[in-house]
């Protein structure tokens, strides 16, 4: 079976406060993208059973891939499961370190195609419980669907209220630069506020910027002052909002005409990202 594993944006991450249990509480509303890994995961007769072989192809991976989510994935479910030998090809196309979400993505839908080749029959439920073991933001990746997510990542509401966005473009733009979330979390002072994300449903994308923030952006446009340049140029060019997504450091504009986001892409591409900068 081949899955797409699909990047997320953060619309907002508002940073509560830090938990007992040592993570943050946070509310955001997920976005998937049309920009994906691939994923393959296939029965194998030439693997023993419980085992997994990987291929590994696209953008380089770094660190051990014992480490890698996907593996990580097969890892819980084999430990509670009896499973056949098994592959899995994972072709990377989505930047690592981003803020997108697509290593959480391949190790949610890693944990979804299993379920399926192996025919485990776990509900939503467990696979949303499974997801959260492997890592906060995996969760979402379980429906992939447009999402308030809130806690440190395991409460996932689908959007009880229609967003705009129909007839909007975001332009996504990743200038290389590698962010790693621990560390961003450990530069962040939380501050506690409520957002009625409903309302702002009802507001255009221009009035978004009084009411929502990422957290994370001041800090890394300090450390990082191509993030900074990155937001300046999609405002420049006619984003009605910019943002950074995740602990960055990927951002993104929202524009409400086709012909203003296609420039857009192609001027921060020529000028800022190289191949990296995506539209959906
Ligand atoms: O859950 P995950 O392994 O993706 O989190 C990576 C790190 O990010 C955690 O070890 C923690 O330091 C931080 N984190 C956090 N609060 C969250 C999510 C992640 O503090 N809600």
Known sequence: MVLFPPAKVNLGLHVLGKRDDG???????????????????LKDDSVAPGELRT?????????????????????????KHTLPGLSAHLHKVLPMGAGLGGGSADGTYMLRAINDVCSLVLSREELMILAAELGSDCPFFVDAQPALVTGRGENVSPLSFEFPLDGLWIVVA??????????????????????????????????????????????????HPQVAALLDALGQAGASYVQMTGSGSTVFGVFEEETTARQAAAEVQANYCGPLAGMG
């Not at 192809?57 to 430990?79: F, Q, S, Y």
């Open 23 to 41: 993570y943050h509480a946070l509310e955001s509303i997920f976005l998937p993208l049309g920009w994906t890994d691939i994923l393959e995961v």
């Open 55 to 79: 291929v590994w192809t696209g953008l380089d991976i770094p660190g051990d891939t014992n480490n890698n989510l996907v593996v990580k994935a097969h890892r819980l479910l084999a430990a």
């Open 174 to 223: 990743n200038p290389g630069i590698h962010i790693s979330t621990a560390q961003a979390f450990g530069g962040l002072t939380p501050h506690d506020r409520n957002t009625d994300w409903a309302a702002l449903a009802s507001e255009p994308a221009s009035a978004w910027s009084d009411r929502i923030q990422n957290d994370f952006e001041a800090g890394a446009c300090k450390r």
